[in-house]
């Protein structure tokens, strides 16, 4: 099983961000991850927003509440909650990148007075002790190699009685990871090195002083995410395969960057994965 490092999972950004532009409205969504279909949802803009206001619902944020966007991507989540809600946010990603991208998309939508991006890890950050109300984390907790890790840093700098809230995929069940094929060309082709089912992820929060308090799930909501996806890697393929051909130098990511779209497809029909939104409460000492 390959374990990827935070290297690896910056170059991954930032070599396929071209795609993301061309195929998941980057530059409108603001956001990198799946989307939240239902309701008066039409498009995918709007079902990209629809995962920020569902979390943000669960997790009762509100106007005084300091968040850490923690894998914060281009910032679409933090220009959210500060614009909507009110919020004070800090976003940390490990690209370099996406962090100037980030910033300027918090000036372009009005709300870098509110909003900072930095650089950092999120398993070892340079914040004080009780910095935070929220860690919030969208599609990006099972990147960490050591989820533990993830865990024992937002616990230091979550304040007393703070909370974690979570969107992301998980294992469906308990089964080796390394045993599914479509699993691992899923979430390998984005630096992903393991993926936890949610038993597995809630009982290492539990043993690192949290407790789940709420739990939704939207697998079937997330659908027509997974089918855009599915759709914009079929046709990639061809241009990738072009690409290739003619590109002797293509960055790795980018080169495989559609087996992902084409493998998260096959694995959600298997019912090997599912999506959940989920808030762990830190445990009063």
């Known amino acids: 099983m390959p374990t990827y490092t935070p290297q690896d999972v910056a170059n991954y950004y930032d070599q396929t961000e071209v795609h993301y532009r061309m195929w998941w409205k980057l530059e409108k969504s603001l956001g990198l991850h799946y989307g939240i279909w239902g309701g008066s949802v039409k498009n995918l803009h ?23 966007d923690a894998g914060c991507g281009v910032g679409g989540s933090s220009i959210y909650l500060a614009k909507h809600l009110g919020c004070t946010v800090t976003g940390i990603t490990l690209s370099e990148k996406q962090a100037a991208t980030a ?39 099972q990147t960490a190699v050591k989820k533990e890790k993830f865990l024992l840093e937002a616990f230091r700098i979550l304040k007393s009685n703070g909370r974690i809230v979570i969107a992301d995929c998980f294992k469906a069940y308990d089964y080796p990871f390394e045993s599914s094929k479509s699993m691992k060309t899923m979430f390998n082709g984005w630096a992903v090195s393991d993926v936890l089912s949610l038993d597995e992820f809630v009982s290492l929060a539990e043993r690192n002083g949290f407790t789940l308090e709420k739990e939704k799930d939207v697998t079937k909501e997330v659908y027509p995410s997974v089918r855009k996806f599915f759709i914009a890697a079929f046709w990639g393929m061809f241009g990738t395969f072009f690409y290739n051909v003619f590109v002797k130098k293509a960055s790795y990511f980018s080169r495989v960057h559609y087996k992902t779209g084409l493998a998260q497809f096959a694995a959600y029909k298997k019912n090997l994965w599912n999506y959940k939104l989920i808030v762990l409460r830190k445990n009063q000492n």
Do not use: C, H, P, R
């Open 46 to 68: 709007e079902a990209i927003q629809n995962t920020n206001a569902q979390l943000a619902l669960l997790g009762q944020i509100n106007k005084s509440d300091i968040v850490l």
């Open 103 to 141: 910033s300027s998309f918090a000036e372009k939508f009005g709300v870098s007075s509110s909003t900072s991006f930095f650089g950092m890890d999120y398993t070892s950050t340079s914040f004080e002790n009780a910095t935070f109300d929220v860690v919030w984390a969208i599609e990006s907790m």
